[in-house]
């Protein structure tokens, strides 16, 4: 079956530090994990490009896995 990347998987206990953080230091949004900061400006600038490589490396794969 098919599964998240590791990369991209998060623990309870990543989030649970990420909310605990943030009386010490306010923020609107808290993007975990860091790297997907890439992935929101990437999309902000090339929404096309970032639609089809999601479609390519994320929504294909579940689709061929799950038949």
Do not use: K
Not at 22 to 44: C, D, E, S, T, Y
Request: hydrophobic share 45%; charged share 25%; glycine share 4%.
């Amino acid at each position: 079956s098919w599964r998240t990347p590791g990369w991209l998987e998060l623990s309870a206990e990543d989030v649970a530090r990420a909310i605990v953080s943030l009386p010490r230091r306010p923020r609107r949004q808290v993007i975990q994990p860091g790297i997907m900061r890439f992935a929101i400006m990437a999309n902000a600038l090339f929404p096309g490009i970032v639609d089809w490589a999601v479609q390519r490396m994320f929504v294909r794969r579940r689709r061929e896995t799950n038949r």
